[in-house]
């Protein structure tokens, strides 16, 4: 048998008594009645209140039962909640971020645009893309570092800065 074949397989099914047959049945009734024949009523019915006594005993387990599980359960989706409601609030401050940082990236590189036209372009360019994923989407790929080594080599390079004429 595979491992492919484990999963179309049937869950196994827990061991339970095999039902009584008719005639089992009626064997035990039988030796019931010869025991309890010769019984006064009053020892019938101090069984019966046993077996009431003993009935209501398991009903209240499973009720405590079926509330445990139910404040159990309740706790869980609280926890679930509180985590969900941690994880949109670390992804609305990422966001924040990004928008700052990439409004500041923007800002800088069009304010030395006219000096050094090669740090705008790395400013606004991939480098901005790549920082903009990795605080929104909260990842960054390979293909981003070399799309941003691509793009410093391509810019041009600064120019050395003019002398003014000597009088």
């Given amino acids: 048998m ?9 869950a196994p099914q827990p061991q339970q008594p095999e039902p009584l047959q008719d005639e089992d ?14 019984a006064p009523p009053e020892a019938l019915r ?38 969900e409601r941690l994880r949109h609030r670390r992804h609305v401050v990422n966001v924040s971020v990004g928008a ?10 069009v304010t030395v645009v006219g000096s050094a036209p090669w740090l705008s372009v790395i400013l606004c360019g991939p480098s901005l893309l790549a920082l903009a994923k990795v605080f929104v ?7 981003d570092m070399r799309l941003l080594s691509r793009a410093s080599s391509a ?8 002398l003014p004429p000597v009088p």
Avoid at 53 to 81: D, F, G, P, Y
Avoid at 137 to 143: E, I, K, M, V
């Fill in 2 to 10: 595979t491992m492919d074949d484990a999963g179309s397989l049937p």
């Fill in 25 to 38: 049945l009626a064997a035990e009734a039988h030796r019931l009645v010869a025991q309890w024949y010769d």
């Fill in 46 to 83: 101090g069984a019966l209140a046993t077996i009431k006594a003993k009935q209501a005993l398991r009903s209240r387990e499973n009720v405590l039962r079926l509330e445990l599980n139910h404040e159990l359960e309740k706790e869980r989706i609280q926890a679930a909640a509180q985590t």
């Fill in 100 to 109: 700052v940082i990439s409004i500041a990236l923007l800002g800088a590189g």
């Fill in 137 to 143: 989407l909260q990842r960054s790929d390979p293909d």
């Fill in 155 to 162: 810019a041009p390079l600064p120019s050395p800065p003019q």
